[in-house]
Every structure is written in structure tokens, then in C-alpha cells.
């Protein structure tokens, strides 16, 4: 079973960064999609940013694009989310997920497209 952990989490001034990681384990499969959603209370879950780990190839949605980085280290089983150019607006819970086999990347995914979820961890971007 596919088990994800986030951290990097915390309050951080507009305009400043903050670098996200979710640490794997359980892998079984011999690729997955790897991505980033959030949340805010009352709103569904919206992607941020997708990874295969099979070639690297990302995609970004259009919440964030040009203001963060997927990444995936596979020597660690570890994913990052790296953002930048922080507004108040990018206040959520953040969530690291998976996606099994057969999966596809290139447009916005929905939530149930992802079946591991991490517990999520709050990003708050305020002065």
C-alpha cells in the first residue's frame, strides 16, 4: 500500500517561497503520476503540478504555472513542490498524491484521478 507524508508546510510573507516535500514509500508499480493538489475550506480540491516518475515529463495547471516546480527525487522516494512569487490567494492545504497504473498526464485532473493521498499540510501566505 502506497503510504505519502508532506512536509515543509507553514506561514510565509507575500511574495516569499516555500519548498513542499512528500516522502514515499510503498511503491510497487514500475511508474506512478505523482502531483500536488489544495484545498480551502468550502472549495474543491484543485491540481497544482504532475510528475511521471517513468520519464520526468510534468504538467502544470494553470493555478500555479510559472510560480512552482514539481520534482521527484527517486533515490529517495520523494517528491517536491517548490513555489515562489507567494500570494495570499495560494493560502490551502496542501496534498501530495498518486496515481496508479494505467494513468495520463497532460490536462487537469480531478481528484478522484488520484487514489493515495497524503494527510496534507497548510500553507499560509499572509503579512
Known amino acids: 500500500q502506497l503510504r505519502l507524508v508532506e512536509s515543509g508546510g507553514g506561514s510565509v510573507q507575500p511574495g516569499g517561497s516555500l519548498r513542499l516535500s512528500c516522502s514515499a514509500s510503498?511503491?510497487?508499480?514500475?511508474?506512478?503520476?505523482i502531483g500536488w493538489f489544495r484545498q480551502v475550506p468550502g472549495k474543491v480540491r484543485e491540481g497544482i503540478a504532475f510528475?511521471?516518475?517513468?520519464?520526468?515529463?510534468?504538467y502544470y495547471t494553470e493555478h500555479m504555472k510559472g510560480r512552482c516546480t514539481i520534482s521527484f527525487e527517486s533515490a529517495k522516494n520523494t517528491m517536491f513542490l517548490e513555489m515562489n512569487s507567494l500570494k495570499p490567494e495560494d493560502t490551502a492545504v496542501y496534498y501530495c498524491?498518486?496515481?496508479?497504473?494505467?494513468?495520463?498526464?497532460?490536462?487537469?485532473?480531478?481528484?478522484?484521478?488520484?487514489?493515495?493521498w497524503g494527510q496534507g499540510t497548510q500553507v499560509t501566505v499572509s503579512s
Open positions: 498524491a498518486a496515481a496508479h497504473p494505467p494513468y495520463r498526464l497532460g490536462y487537469d485532473p480531478l481528484e478522484y484521478d488520484y487514489d493515495s
Open positions: 510503498g511503491f510497487s508499480e514500475d511508474s506512478y503520476a
Open positions: 510528475l511521471d516518475t517513468k520519464d520526468g515529463t510534468t
